[in-house]
C-alpha cells in the first residue's frame, strides 16, 4: 500500500503544472519503469551523479508494473518510459500521439533464462533445448512485455507451441520470479539483474543457460516520449537526452562510479553479486555506447515480435525513432 501511495505521489507531482516556478528551482519529471533492474544504471546515474539537476531538471524514477510504465506515459502521467521499443509500438496502435524513443539505454536484449537448480538442458542445440522445455512451467513475464515476447520467441525457433508443449505463467510484476521458483511454482524463470544473482546466490538456480544478448543490437530499452512532447517541449527533451549522454559515457569509462551507483540502487543485494552483475552487463555489451537507436536495433527487435506471434503487421521506424536530439548532443559536442 506504502509503495502505491508513493507511485501515486510521484506521478501526481509530474503530471501537475508548475507555473511561476522559481528561478533556479529544478523542474519536476518523472519516468516510469516496469522494473527496477542493474541494465537501467545510466539513468540513475544520471540522477545521483546530478547531470540532470545540471540540465535543470529533477528526475524521479517510479516503477509501474504489468505494462503501465508505457500507459503512465500516453496518459500523461509521466514524462517518460524507459522499456522496449516493441512495447511502445504495442500502444502506438490507433494512436494519433505515439510514443517514440529519443535516446537510447539498454542496446542488447537484457533477458536470461534460468532453471531450478538441477535442470538444465543436454546442449544449446535446437533439438536439446525443444527435449528440455517440453512440458516444463516457465515463469515468462506478463502478455507482450519483452521477456515474455523473447520466451516465446525462442519457443516457437526450437519447434515448440508456445501455448501448447509449455506452461506459461505469465505474472504482470517481473521481480516475483525469484519467490515463484523459490516456491515451486516454476521449473524456469526469466529475467535480468539483479534477479539473475538473487536466485543463483539463494541456491534457487544457477547460471542462465540462455543469453539473448546473443541477438547483438536490440532496442530493449529506451527513452520513449509522446510525439507531442518532442513537438511541444524540445527544449526539455534535448535536456533530458543531453543527461542521459552523459550518464552513458560514464558508465561505460568509470566503472568504479558505476559501482558506486549500483550499491546505492542495490543496497541489498550483496557486494559480490553487485560485482557479478555489472561483471555481466560488461561482458554483454549491455548499454549504448552513444545513445543512438539505430535501425538495426529496431529491425532486430521487432522481427523477434513478429516471430514470436505478438505482433503482426508492418512498423515505422520514423514512427517509433526519432534521433533529432542525439543528433545535436553529438553535434554540440563535437564543435
Same mark, same amino acid.
Given at each position: 500500500?506504502?509503495?502505491f501511495?508513493?507511485?501515486?505521489? #510521484?506521478l501526481?507531482?509530474?503530471?501537475?503544472?508548475?507555473?511561476?516556478?522559481?528561478?533556479g528551482?529544478?523542474?519536476p519529471?518523472?519516468?516510469?519503469?516496469?522494473?527496477?533492474?542493474?541494465?537501467? !544504471?545510466? !539513468?540513475?546515474v544520471? $540522477?545521483h551523479?546530478?547531470?540532470?539537476?545540471q540540465?535543470?531538471?529533477?528526475?524521479?524514477?517510479? =516503477?509501474?508494473?504489468g505494462?503501465?510504465?508505457?500507459?503512465?506515459?500516453?496518459?500523461?502521467?509521466?514524462?517518460?518510459?524507459?522499456?522496449?521499443?516493441?512495447?511502445n509500438?504495442?500502444a502506438n496502435?490507433?494512436?494519433?500521439?505515439?510514443?517514440?524513443?529519443?535516446?537510447?539505454?539498454v542496446?542488447?536484449?537484457?533477458?536470461y533464462?534460468? #532453471?531450478?537448480t538441477g535442470?538444465?538442458p543436454?546442449?544449446?542445440?535446437?533439438?536439446?533445448?525443444?527435449?528440455f522445455?517440453?512440458?516444463?512451467?516457465?515463469?515468462a513475464?506478463?502478455?507482450?512485455?519483452?521477456p515474455?515476447? !523473447?520466451?516465446?520467441?525462442?519457443?516457437?525457433?526450437?519447434?515448440?507451441?508456445?501455448?501448447?508443449?509449455?506452461?506459461l505463467? @505469465?505474472?504482470?510484476?517481473?521481480?516475483t520470479?525469484?519467490?515463484?521458483?523459490?516456491h %515451486?511454482q516454476?521449473?524456469?524463470?526469466? %529475467?535480468?539483474?539483479?534477479q539473475?544473482?538473487?536466485g543463483?546466490?539463494?541456491g534457487?538456480?544457477e547460471?542462465?543457460?540462455?543469453?539473448?544478448?546473443?541477438l547483438?543490437?536490440? #532496442? *530493449?530499452s529506451?527513452? %520513449?516520449?509522446?510525439?507531442s512532447?518532442?513537438?511541444?517541449?524540445? @527544449?526539455?527533451?534535448?535536456k533530458?537526452?543531453?543527461a542521459?549522454?552523459?550518464?552513458l559515457k560514464?558508465?561505460?569509462?568509470d566503472h568504479?562510479?558505476?559501482?558506486?551507483?549500483l550499491?546505492?540502487?542495490?543496497?541489498?543485494?550483496?557486494?559480490?553479486g553487485?560485482?557479478?552483475?555489472?561483471?555481466?552487463? *560488461?561482458?554483454?555489451?549491455?548499454w549504448?555506447?552513444?545513445?543512438?537507436?539505430s535501425q538495426?536495433?529496431?529491425d532486430?527487435l521487432?522481427?523477434v $515480435? $513478429? #516471430?514470436?506471434?505478438?505482433?503482426?503487421? @508492418?512498423?515505422? *521506424?520514423?514512427e517509433?525513432v526519432?534521433?533529432q536530439?542525439?543528433?545535436?548532443?553529438a553535434? =554540440?559536442a563535437?564543435e
Amino acid at each position: 500500500m506504502k509503495k502505491f501511495l508513493a507511485l501515486m505521489m #510521484a506521478l501526481t507531482l509530474a503530471a501537475v503544472a508548475l507555473p511561476g516556478l522559481a528561478e533556479g528551482a529544478l523542474r519536476p519529471l518523472t519516468v516510469a519503469e516496469p522494473v527496477h533492474l542493474v541494465a537501467y !544504471l545510466p !539513468l540513475y546515474v544520471a $540522477i545521483h551523479e546530478g547531470y540532470f539537476a545540471q540540465e535543470g531538471l529533477d528526475v524521479s524514477v517510479v =516503477q509501474a508494473t504489468g505494462g503501465a510504465h508505457v500507459t503512465a506515459v500516453v496518459s500523461g502521467d509521466a514524462f517518460a518510459v524507459i522499456g522496449g521499443v516493441d512495447s511502445n509500438c504495442l500502444a502506438n496502435r490507433g494512436s494519433s500521439d505515439p510514443v517514440t524513443g529519443i535516446v537510447n539505454c539498454v542496446n542488447r536484449a537484457n533477458v536470461y533464462l534460468f #532453471a531450478r537448480t538441477g535442470l538444465a538442458p543436454a546442449s544449446d542445440s535446437d533439438e536439446d533445448m525443444a527435449a528440455f522445455l517440453r512440458g516444463k512451467t516457465i515463469v515468462a513475464g506478463r502478455y507482450g512485455g519483452s521477456p515474455n515476447v !523473447l520466451t516465446r520467441y525462442l519457443l516457437k525457433k526450437v519447434g515448440l507451441d508456445p501455448d501448447n508443449d509449455v506452461t506459461l505463467v @505469465e505474472n504482470a510484476d517481473a521481480s516475483t520470479v525469484t519467490a515463484m521458483l523459490q516456491h %515451486g511454482q516454476g521449473d524456469i524463470g526469466n %529475467g535480468g539483474e539483479p534477479q539473475i544473482m538473487e536466485g543463483v546466490t539463494a541456491g534457487i538456480w544457477e547460471e542462465p543457460f540462455v543469453k539473448f544478448p546473443d541477438l547483438g543490437d536490440y #532496442a *530493449y530499452s529506451v527513452i %520513449g516520449v509522446k510525439r507531442s512532447t518532442i513537438e511541444n517541449d524540445a @527544449e526539455t527533451c534535448l535536456k533530458f537526452v543531453r543527461a542521459m549522454m552523459r550518464a552513458l559515457k560514464a558508465v561505460q569509462e568509470d566503472h568504479d562510479l558505476a559501482a558506486r551507483v549500483l550499491e546505492l540502487e542495490f543496497s541489498t543485494l550483496s557486494e559480490e553479486g553487485r560485482a557479478a552483475a555489472l561483471k555481466r552487463a *560488461y561482458e554483454d555489451n549491455m548499454w549504448s555506447p552513444d545513445g543512438i537507436i539505430s535501425q538495426t536495433a529496431v529491425d532486430t527487435l521487432m522481427e523477434v $515480435i $513478429i #516471430a514470436s506471434g505478438i505482433y503482426e503487421g @508492418e512498423y515505422d *521506424y520514423a514512427e517509433l525513432v526519432d534521433m533529432q536530439f542525439v543528433s545535436q548532443v553529438a553535434a =554540440q559536442a563535437a564543435e
